[in-house]
């Protein structure tokens, strides 16, 4: 245990061609306790190309560039993961904030300070958060607020893992599923929800495949299961299906059509080759 941080060094090689290298701070934490210390740097470490010859420098930490040394009996650390929507369109450049609500209190209006290449589609990015112990967290809520040039995002998941004392206590995962979002274009509940704790982790293929489906023409999702198909079939009222969602809805005595709701003369039902040939296309295509 070297004790409190007075100095850090940092520093590159200075080699290959991409030589600069740009530092926004450095954050230390013992091992021991709650005691942490950011370093303020905020500029380039340019080393020579040429010569091989290293950028270095010193920082030191203290009350005006980001000093924080906390040690007291009850603190905790919430280290917080956040999972964007992997469909295109579904990051986000706004600020998001965060609530842990736990059984013995509440962390309120956290902000999850974050880079430009945070929240992007397909993300999952950490924060850590250091707080009292509130007790078993059951329920977060998450906001954010619509700024930048994309404004819509798309939550999957958070998943908030807890240590008091640096002793791990927990692990719980928070679904969402949804647009955090205020245009009306999305069918959402606002820039904010309040998630609850979940035992279930999802499918990260049956989840995938969800989100797909949000961003999907309308014609290519079944209107039975608002996903996109794998088996598309047309049937007697001349709309596609998924197959497996048509055959149950009539197989469980439902004779008018899901789309027009008229009745259908018959239950015959006709592959859609072409547009299954689109979707797969579609689905493997890296810009979708």
């Known amino acids: 245990d070297l004790g409190d ?36 740097c905020n500029r380039w470490l340019k080393g020579s190309l040429s010569t091989g010859e290293p950028a270095f420098t010193t920082l030191v930490p203290n009350e005006n560039e980001g000093y924080r040394h906390v040690e007291r009996s009850g603190a905790a650390i919430y280290r917080v993961t956040v999972a964007t929507g992997k469909a295109k369109g579904m990051g986000t450049t706004s ?4 609530d842990i609500i736990g059984e013995d209190g509440r962390m309120s209006d956290k902000e999850l300070e974050h880079s430009d290449t945070d929240f992007r589609r397909g993300n999952e990015d950490l924060f850590e958060i250091l707080g009292s112990d509130i007790g ?19 939550l999957r998941w958070i998943r908030v893992k807890m240590l008091v ?12 599923g ?35 489906s949000l961003g999907a023409p309308e014609e290519f999702v079944c209107r039975l299961t608002n996903r996109i198909m794998t088996d598309p079939v047309v049937a007697a009222d001349g709309h596609t299906y998924e197959r497996k969602a048509i055959e149950e809805w009539l197989a469980s005595g439902n004779i008018s059509s899901p789309h027009t709701k008229r009745p259908m003369p018959d239950s015959r039902l006709v592959p859609n080759v072409a547009l299954k040939v689109i979707i797969i296309n579609l689905l493997s295509s890296p810009t979708f």
């Open 95 to 98: 600020k998001v904030s965060i």
């Open 178 to 212: 949804r647009w955090l979002s205020s245009s009306k274009r999305f069918s959402s509940g606002g820039l904010e929800a309040l998630l609850s704790v979940s035992q279930n982790i999802p499918n990260p293929e049956d989840e995938e495949m969800e989100e797909f």
């Open 165 to 176: 004392e640096d002793t791990f206590v927990g692990e719980w995962h928070f679904p969402c």
């Open 136 to 154: 078993q967290p059951t329920a977060v809520r998450v906001r954010q607020d619509a700024s930048g040039f994309c404004p819509n995002w798309f």
């Open 5 to 40: 941080v007075l100095s850090v060094g940092l520093g590159h090689d200075g080699w290959e061609s991409r030589d600069a290298w740009f530092v926004e701070d450095v954050c230390v934490r013992r091992a021991t306790g709650v005691s942490w210390a950011r370093c303020i």
